[in-house]
């Protein structure tokens, strides 16, 4: 399984940024995806997903991200809208919270918000 992350960059706060990440392997299923992301010295914590197709966000970023998948290119998405600086962080792709591969995540892609 790779999971490859990619579409980060630095902005400024309010700016925005779209996230891919390449699936290869046949363990996924693009209705059980999920973004993930660390920021220095915080635990990994999960940010949106995708459960039995339908989306699901955590708090903090509900009506700013938007996760979509792609079945057909293997490919999820995270719109990124209205960046705050707490977004700062490396962002990854795996499975949702039931389906996560510990100990595949890729090299995540980062995201430094700026204000």
């Known amino acids: 399984v790779q999971l490859q992350a990619s579409g980060g960059g630095s902005v400024q706060a309010g700016g925005s940024l779209r996230l891919s990440c390449e699936v290869s392997?046949?363990?996924?299923?693009?209705?059980?995806m999920g973004w993930w992301r660390q920021a220095p010295g915080k635990q990994r914590e999960l940010v949106a997903s995708i459960t039995n197709g339908s989306p699901h966000y955590r708090d903090s970023v509900k009506g700013r991200f938007a996760i979509s998948g792609d079945s057909a290119k293997n490919t999820l998405y995270l719109q990124m809208n209205s960046l705050k600086t707490e977004d700062t962080a490396v962002y990854y792709c795996?499975?949702?919270?039931?389906?996560?591969?510990?100990?595949?995540w890729g090299h995540g892609t980062q995201v430094t918000v700026s204000s």
């Open positions: 392997g046949r363990i996924f299923s693009m209705n059980h």
């Open positions: 795996n499975g949702d919270p039931a389906h996560v591969l510990w100990n595949h």
